[in-house]
Every structure is written in structure tokens, then in C-alpha cells.
Nanobody
Framework: QVQLVESGGGLVQAGGSLRLSCAAS????????MGWFRQAPGKARAFVAA????????DYRDSVKGRFTISRDNAKNAVYLQMNSLKPEDTAVYYC????????????????????WGQGTQVTVSS
């Protein structure tokens, strides 16, 4: 079965960095686009970044452009989110997800486009 396991979250001061990892199994990882989403306390889950199956198409929400970098290693069945210049408003539980549907290989911003989700990893940025 499909499994997604996030890691790398933690507590960091504003301006610091974290690198999130998502280990995937149970499907042909190199065929599917992957996404990162986050859910802050009291808020709906929101799109952060997504990457196509080959890594050649990448999309970010505006508020993380220039600070976050999504990447993938298809040989390791893993997707990453490098987060730099972190801000308190980045505090959230971060989830990775695998895209489904007819266009499973291209990035998408809507969580309804994603079929499977990890359990999430907490990122807390202190001011």
C-alpha cells in the first residue's frame, strides 16, 4: 500500500532553516507529481509547493517563493522541502502528498488533486 512518511520538522528560530523529507513507498514514485501542504492552527490545510514527476515543473505559493525549495530524488523515492529564512507564520504541520487523477504527473495546488497523504511533521518557528 501507499505510504508517505515525513521527517525533519522541529523548533527553529525565525530566520533559521529546516529540511523536510518525505519517504514514499508502495507506488511507482517516479511517475507521480508530489506536493507539500501545511496546516496552521485553526486554519485550513494549504498548498506550499509541488513538483512534477521528473522534477522539471515546480510550483510554489507566493509567500514561500525565494525561501523554500522543493526537490525530489526518484532513485531514493523521496521528496524534500528545503525551508530557509523561516518566519513565525510558517509554523504549521507539513504534509507531503502524491497526486492522482488523469494528470497525476503534473503539479497541482488543490488538495483534492492528491490521493494519498503522510501523517505530517510539525514545524514551529519562534520569533
Amino acid at each position: 500500500q501507499v505510504q508517505l512518511v515525513e521527517s525533519g520538522g522541529g523548533l527553529v528560530q525565525a530566520g533559521g532553516s529546516l529540511r523536510l523529507s518525505c519517504a514514499a513507498s508502495g507506488f511507482t514514485f517516479s511517475s507521480y507529481a508530489m506536493g507539500w501542504f501545511r496546516q496552521a492552527p485553526g486554519k485550513a490545510r494549504a498548498f506550499v509547493a509541488a513538483i512534477s514527476e521528473s522534477g522539471n515543473i515546480i510550483d510554489y505559493r507566493d509567500s514561500v517563493k525565494g525561501r523554500f525549495t522543493i526537490s525530489r530524488d526518484n532513485a531514493k523515492n523521496a521528496v524534500y522541502l528545503q525551508m530557509n529564512s523561516l518566519k513565525p507564520e510558517d509554523t504549521a504541520v507539513y504534509y507531503c502528498a502524491v497526486k492522482g487523477g488523469s494528470y497525476y504527473y503534473t503539479p497541482g495546488r488543490s488538495q483534492e488533486e492528491y490521493d494519498y497523504w503522510g501523517q505530517g511533521t510539525q514545524v514551529t518557528v519562534s520569533s
